[in-house]
């Protein structure tokens, strides 16, 4: 069981409700879970994600963009957040705001994102609807450290979900969102333990620290041997 003291301890940014945050919270509950959640940080003091946490005991801070004159100094406020109290990975959880090369340099391999596609293929937005459009079989989600272009950066984990006959832009997002909670955490404990280990431009990931990665998702399903 992973001591206290030695839990990484995340800094979790969010615009909205936060769903990945309480995810993240859900896990860090859970004896053994190797980091806690020092802050929630949203740009949007009325971020109902902030009273989520707030709820669970997790201290929750409004940094509000547009009460500051331009985007460096509102992320040099949010640094200034997370360092006061000790952060050592900064989770992003739907944090609707496109960051700066200086903020994502100042904490380089130690900011990771979700995404929910298959990286790299669909970065940016409609991911759902452009893939349905497309006639893909499989989708899912992504976690991977933050560079400056956008949805790029070495990948961490992913998680696929079949895409269903009669999907809709919302029916596959509400599949994948669920493929996205159970995946940021794994992510979150890989990267603490040391299991997974970022290096330029690619993540190692030492399969003995892992755990068991032969499961594979294939949509339409393969036939039973």
């Known amino acids: 069981m992973t001591s206290a003291a030695a839990k990484r301890r995340l800094g979790v940014l969010i615009s909205g409700r936060g769903s990945n945050m309480l995810a993240l919270a859900a896990a860090a509950a859970e004896p053994g879970f190797p980091a806690e959640i020092a802050c929630v940080i949203a740009n949007k003091a009325d971020a109902a994600g902030l009273g989520l946490a707030t709820a669970r005991g997790i201290p929750a801070i409004a940094v509000a963009h547009r009460d500051y004159p331009d985007k460096v100094a509102f992320e040099q406020a949010m640094t200034a957040e997370l360092e006061a109290r000790g952060v050592e990975l900064v989770c992003l959880a739907g944090f609707m705001r496109l960051l700066s090369p200086w ?23 409609d991911t759902h609807a452009r893939a349905l459009a497309d006639g893909v079989r499989i989708a899912g989600c992504t976690v991977h450290y933050v560079r400056a272009e956008v949805d790029t950066g070495p990948i961490v984990a992913q998680a696929a979900v079949p895409v269903l006959p009669g999907d809709t832009p919302d029916s596959l997002a509400a599949r994948i969102l669920t493929a996205e909670h159970r995946l940021y955490s794994y992510a979150v404990a890989m990267i603490a333990t040391g299991a997974a280990v970022v290096h330029g431009d690619r993540v190692d990931i030492d399969p003995a620290r892992a755990g068991d990665g032969t499961a594979r998702l294939f949509a339409p399903a393969l036939p039973a041997l």
């Open 103 to 125: 903020f994502i340099d100042r904490w380089r391999d130690r900011l990771i994102n979700i995404h929910p596609s298959l990286l790299p293929a669909y970065k940016g937005l």
